[in-house]
């Protein structure tokens, strides 16, 4: 299927996408309340973009960007990218772990991580860090950080032990 007929499908069910094709793979921005009905009819065609094999979060300092890439299948070479924005204060998405069982640990550490709430996910906790997350300083062991506000992936994240400022 070519990169044509997947643009007329996605706009025959939601006309205000927009497409961008200067990559290698098609890429289809879309608003976050339109997401899950998008993905939820790709999914539902028979032997269509049925594969998920990648879900993160990319933080532009005004914006935080869900990234989903969709794959036809394994053995055949039709592969999008869909992406929405969210508003970097309150983010928060409908999951589709109900759709592809493996977006539940890839939005589990998007949530840990970026700090995106999904809505509706059956088990959203931490997978690494730990549930009262604090970074010791010195020797004092001050807690600089409690998990609200501890997101290591933002840009505006800073290890006051690593000096890690972006």
């Not at 643009?7 to 006309?15: F, G, R, S, V």
């Not at 049925?50 to 036809?72: E, G, I, P, R």
Request: aromatic share 10%; hydrophobic share 40%.
């Amino acid at each position: 299927m070519s990169n044509e007929l997947i643009k007329q499908y996605i706009t025959a069910h939601l006309p205000d996408a927009v497409f961008d094709e200067t990559g290698e793979w098609l890429n289809v921005v879309v608003n976050s309340d339109s997401l899950k009905g998008l993905m939820a009819v790709l999914y539902g065609e028979p032997n269509y973009l049925n594969y998920l094999f990648c879900l993160t979060c990319v933080d532009y300092k005004t914006h935080l960007t869900m990234v989903y890439h969709l794959s036809a299948s394994t053995n055949r070479n039709i592969n999008i990218v869909i992406k929405t924005n969210l508003d970097r204060n309150d983010p928060f998405i409908d999951t589709v772990c109900d759709i592809w069982r493996t977006a539940e640990f890839l939005e589990r550490e998007v949530f840990e991580m970026f700090g995106v709430t999904f809505l509706h996910h059956p088990d959203l906790r931490n997978l690494i860090l730990e549930d009262e997350t604090a970074i010791a300083v010195d020797d004092k062991k001050e807690l600089v950080n409690e998990q609200k506000g501890y997101w290591p992936l933002r840009k505006d994240f800073e290890d006051p032990i690593n000096m890690i400022k972006l």
